[in-house]
Each structure stands twice: as structure tokens, then as C-alpha cells.
């Protein structure tokens, strides 16, 4: 998606990784303890958070702009 003939093709590859890397902080680092949280002690609230962030997560990187 970041490195395809997308809609970020022409911009620079620094700020490609940067967005990358701030995808991953914001995305992949809470669901991973959320994860580890929810193995720890089950909650219905911690599998809506988690939930929540995937859904977030996938629209924020699926998102095309018009």
C-alpha cells in the first residue's frame, strides 16, 4: 500500500516510513498488550477495546483519499 503505485507513490520514501512507523506505534503495539492483557485475565470490555482498535486500525490503512 505504502510502496505501491497508490495514492502516496509520489511522495517521499521518509515520509513513507515515518507513516509506517506511526501506524505500527499506534496500532500494532496497543492491540499486541491488549492481547497479552486479555490472556492474562479474560474481560468482555478488553475483546470491545480490541476490537475497536482493529477496526480502527484497518480503516486508517485501507483509507483512499477522494
Known amino acids: 500500500m505504502f510502496f505501491g503505485s497508490g495514492y502516496m507513490a509520489g511522495v517521499d520514501a521518509s515520509v513513507k ?3 509506517l512507523f506511526a501506524l505500527v506505534l499506534l496500532g500494532i503495539v496497543p492491540i499486541a498488550f491488549l492481547a497479552v492483557s486479555i490472556m492474562q485475565e479474560f474481560a468482555v470490555t478488553k475483546i470491545t477495546v480490541l476490537a475497536l482498535l482493529l477496526i480502527l486500525l484497518f480503516y486508517s490503512g485501507n ?4
Open 17 to 19: 516510513y515515518k507513516t
Open 63 to 66: 483509507r483512499r483519499p477522494r
